[in-house]
């Protein structure tokens, strides 16, 4: 039964944060650090945004390799390829769902997607399942170089930020605001989220 709690939990999560994706790549206005390498990638070679997920994923998880030597990190690799499998399909339903051919709708899809992205996050990290390869390589740098978190992930989104302008040439603001405003809300919601999550997962029932 936790097993099966955990997968629920995990699955919503991941499938909010997916959610929040899509709308701010919807928006143009701007994304994640790495969602940014993925849409530029995508635009470059003229493949699915998922395709390019899931290839730049498997480079990030050779790195973390190299980092680490722990084979453990291309578990990371399942989570990839689930976000890689529906980011595609979410693209496509909210484009056909929400069309963003004016300021203020593109204004609602980016403010609404970085609060799902956070409320995704803050759910899909309480199953503790393997991390997707963005948080995979926060963990490899932190754990290569003595660094904290916080550091490492800013480490990881400063080279994705580098990575987009060399791609694309040019990157959105928003992109910046993503960056500076994710981390702090992930913090704030999963403090809320974790003891109820915890108490549904590991609860046991009467009978």
Known sequence: M??????????????????????LITSTYGQSAWDGVYVAFSKKAQIPVGLATILTASLILVVCYLLTNDWHV?????????????????????????????????????????????????????AKYPTNHVDCLMLSLARRFSLNLRTSKFVGDSIAIV????????????????????????????????KPINQFIYSRQLI
């Open 74 to 126: 291309f578990l990371s690799l399942i989570t990839s390829l689930i976000q890689s499998l529906l980011i595609d399909f979410y693209l496509t339903l909210v484009k056909n769902s929400w069309p963003s051919e004016t300021p203020i709708v593109r204004i609602i899809l980016f403010i609404t997607g970085i609060v799902l992205m956070s409320i995704g996050i803050s759910i899909y990290i309480q």
């Open 163 to 194: 990575l987009t302008l060399f791609i694309a040439r040019q990157i959105a603001l928003g992109t910046f605001i993503v960056l500076f405003s994710l981390s702090p809300l992930v913090q704030l919601i999963s403090d809320r989220l974790a």
């Open 2 to 23: 936790i097993y099966i709690k955990r997968t629920a939990i995990y699955l919503i999560g991941f499938n909010l944060l997916i959610v929040g994706i899509s709308f």
